[in-house]
């Protein structure tokens, strides 16, 4: 067997990503690693993914350490590997004994991702097991390395449910000890909220213990990561560049919301996807767009840009930051169709799996702040789109139809505009249509 040292190099996620940090090293000195096995967590200034080996064998050195920055292209640790000499069959019969030794003892080789995987729990995770009474140290990880996913707590949920036994770790396998970089995650339970349009308990930030607590004083000190950085410069850049105006309009929902309540549940059963009224929601947006395209454009100092496409930013919290992945091509997408990406979108968010791709080419930006129970929001504008709409919480309040009260489903829609672009006759006539497209909705819908 010939041995060699390779490099694995911080690699290009995408254009305009030419550096990032490394959060943590998934793998230490003297492990084995797989081919495409991650090695280390990294976050860039737009979101954070695993960087697998490009080879297998048994790393032997880390090059960068956690919470340092590299530029692409760096070296950022060394692998040994072993190769197949091809010139002697001597060199054959070692290389064929170590296959068969692989595969005669395949829990050894797993032995060692799982005990390194199997206790580090993300704080999405952490907060679904809370939400549903689960231990996840009781649930068998089909993650990377015995790592517990949402997924695994869900299925462990709903097997629960059905009286089912669900699958279960290992008894005889203690949980790790903390190891240096794990992070102490306070989870909390759910918050009730009186919103009516709730289609999940909302989530609410973990307290992240970092830092080192300086004697004498009550404060810690938390590391800027470079996504909190790219959300301050964004944030500073459009409120200093962008002159925000701001329009509110009320919208009655009540059609809409009894049309959901009768739909949902079959759509879940048939789908596998919760029917949200943030699809609708986009939906009426995105068709009002339609009607007027200047609301769909940027700033360019000497023209006024028109994206042609409509590619809404979808604004999704997680426990420590606000990502914006992009629904491409949404006004080619029924209701039925917008849902999904909602789902597939919120997940790999909150996940962490987005990719470079899934957070690029936004032209409008929409905000679900009514999960949380808001009832009036004044949206900053991600930068450099034109405006951003937020859709508060639906609440019955009374009204006067036609000389009488009633009790109406009702939600206000705020508007945040760039008043170099736009002016208040053209968002006026803009949230009018977005009243219409809401007020339109009835038991005659069509979801697909």
Known sequence: MKVTVQEIVMPKLAESVVSATI???LKQPGEQIGMYEPVCEIITD??????PSTIAGRLVKILVGTGETVEVGTPICLIETEAEAESTAAAAAPAE????????SPGQQQARPAGAMRGRYSPAVLQLSAEHGIDPADVQGTGTGGRVTRKDILAHAEASSKGQAPASAPTSASAPALEPGDRIVESRGPVRSSGLHLGETPRIPSV???GHAIPGRGEYFIDVTPIRNTIATRMRQSVTEIPHGWMMIEVDVTNLVVLRSKIKDDFRKREGTNLTYLAFFIKAVVNA??????????WAVDKIIVKRDINISMSVGTEDSVITPVIKNADQKNIAGLAHEIDTLARKTREGKLRVDDVQGGTFTINNTGSFGAILTQPIINYPQAAIITFESIVKRPVVINDMLAVRSMANICLSLDHRILDGVICGRFLQRVKENLESFSSETHLY
């Open 23 to 25: 959060e943590r090293w």
């Open 208 to 210: 992240e213990i970092e």
């Open 289 to 298: 767009i339609k009607d007027f395209p200047i609301i769909n454009s940027v």
């Open 97 to 104: 004994e170590a296959r068969s030794a692989a595969a005669a």
């Open 46 to 51: 737009k979101v954070g993914a695993e960087i």
